[in-house]
């Protein structure tokens, strides 16, 4: 990727994400080459910077979440993974997706688990139309 964009895309994650201004332009570089291969530069077009900026962001609060290390962050791995119950005795731990009650796909529920992964929903909606195909007649 060309610096111009690197550039960019840095100054969209130091504007939208607070909390991660302290990385260095170095570590937001790296964050930025795990997101890329995700987001099509074509199909995005002009906000091919933005989403690239929001996924990486979210993978960013993904692993802080985690690991515990970003001051910033105050949601803990139980939260980030949606443990709805735990109990001690004979032990039982339940979970609670969000996703399910929002209608998400399973390849989009773990864009639920921030506020960065819906905003980059939000942009993949508006880029990408998806295809279905219902109502066909049978003979």
């Not at 504007?15 to 995005?44: D, G, N």
């Not at 709805?84 to 339940?94: C, D, L, P, Q, R």
């Amino acid at each position: 990727m060309r610096i111009e964009k690197v550039r960019k895309i840095v100054s969209v994650i130091r504007a939208v994400a607070p909390e991660f201004q302290a990385k260095t332009e170095e570590e937001l570089r790296v964050w930025i080459e795990i997101a890329e291969p995700y987001i099509s530069e074509s199909r995005f077009g002009g906000l091919y910077s933005q989403a690239i900026a929001y996924l990486a962001v979210h993978k960013m609060s993904l692993n802080a979440q985690s690991s515990g290390q970003e001051e910033g962050l105050n949601i803990s791995l139980k939260d980030s993974m949606g443990i709805a119950s735990i109990s001690e005795g004979s032990t039982s731990v339940s979970f609670s997706n969000a996703a399910m009650g929002a209608g998400a796909s399973d390849g989009d529920a773990e864009y639920l688990l921030t506020a960065y992964g819906l905003q980059f929903l939000e942009i993949r909606k508006r880029c990408i139309v998806p295809i279905s195909i219902s109502g066909m007649n049978r003979m």
